[in-house]
């Protein structure tokens, strides 16, 4: 079962990569007001149950994807 | 105009950061067969055309976002 996980900073949280990334866009030419840069984990999970799955993938998150002091997580399971 | 940019390793090519948190996560006892980290931009543009974003963002893509030799992007505008 595939799923994916989107982990982005959250607002307020101090983003230096999205900066730079904002900073460079702008310096190419690109009409740009801000840049936020987070990760996307593509997961391929045992099991064929997506109930299961998005609770394990909750806790993946909790445990390990995503830092949620300063981080929000958004989940998404393929529908099979 | 809101408008985010999902980054990811092309099929075959290695990924070390995918292969750790793979390992990782199997360790913690998570049935994970297989992990790919990519990157999520979220990006604020300025201009209300989608299309005409849309062009520019192929373009951030090709640029700066992206390394078309080894990874591939998918572009997506929020509607408003």
Chains 1, 2 share one sequence.
Request: glycine share 6%; aromatic share 2%; hydrophobic share 40%.
């Amino acid at each position: 079962m595939r799923a994916t996980v989107l982990v982005r900073p959250k607002p307020g949280i101090l983003d230096p990569q999205g900066e730079a990334v904002q900073s460079s866009l702008r310096h190419l030419g690109f009409a740009v007001e801000e840049a936020r840069v987070g990760r996307v984990v593509d997961l391929e999970l045992e099991g064929e149950d997506p109930e299961r799955a998005r609770a394990e993938l909750e806790r993946m998150c909790q445990q390990l994807l995503a830092n949620p002091l300063i981080e929000s997580f958004e989940i998404s399971v393929a529908a099979e």
